[in-house]
């Protein structure tokens, strides 16, 4: 995540406060993680439960890119989906219900991530407007299917956060409310962003 990304998150975060009572991230992560020592990790497509069309779409390149930065090995999501699609499985839903050794034979990963996108909305305020996101995601061990890691994370994207003057916040808002979908990727940025943060870096990472 760029430090113009991160930093407009941040003022998300503290826009967010003043609607929201605000609590640390929490996470499930094995004690012995480092000896299960993931080296390549197969995203799979998420499911989308929010009424939010084209939300999954967008979270899944971001959040490969995400565990790739990581210094995880992950599989390109046009790979991915050219090989559901080949086998006829197009809904995440169906994917997701697979056994998890299925994937094992299919792709050879250590690990799978398994990605629900649980709500996404948009609330309209006087002064400008937010984006509530949930999102939670499983890592499991591919062989096994031992669960590895996961986190449910909710997060509300304020697109104004970065304007200091009300009339500069009126704008944002006016604008946002006529392109939403605009503000998928920075939202999701956001939540995908501080998940990622909480998964040890990987075997590619120079401080592994």
């Not at 790739?68 to 086998?87: A, C, M, T």
Request: with cysteine; glycine share 6%.
């Amino acid at each position: 995540m760029s430090k113009q990304s991160f930093s407009k998150c941040l003022l998300g975060v503290l826009a967010a406060a003043i609607f929201f009572t605000g609590c640390a991230p929490k996470f499930f992560l094995i004690k012995d993680y480092q000896q299960h020592r993931p080296l390549s990790v197969l995203v799979l497509p998420p499911v989308n439960q929010t009424p939010q069309e084209g939300v999954e779409d967008v979270v899944y390149p971001i959040f490969v890119r995400a565990i790739g930065e990581k210094g995880y090995y992950v599989y390109s999501p046009e790979y991915v989906q050219e090989i559901f699609h080949r086998n006829k499985l197009q809904e995440a839903g169906r994917i997701h219900a697979l056994p998890y050794k299925k994937f094992y034979d299919v792709f050879g990963p250590d690990a799978i991530l398994y990605i629900t996108v649980e709500k996404w909305a948009a609330k309209y305020y006087l002064i400008g407007n937010q984006i509530d996101t949930q999102i939670f995601a499983k890592l499991i061990d591919a062989k096994t299917g031992a669960e590895l890691f996961n986190m449910r994370y909710e997060f509300a994207y304020d697109p104004a956060a970065a304007q200091s003057s009300i009339a500069g916040k009126l704008i944002v808002a006016m604008a946002s409310k006529f392109s939403e979908k605009s503000y998928l990727e920075p939202a999701a940025r956001c939540n995908i962003g501080t998940i990622s943060k909480q998964l040890p870096k990987g075997p590619s990472n120079e401080k592994w």
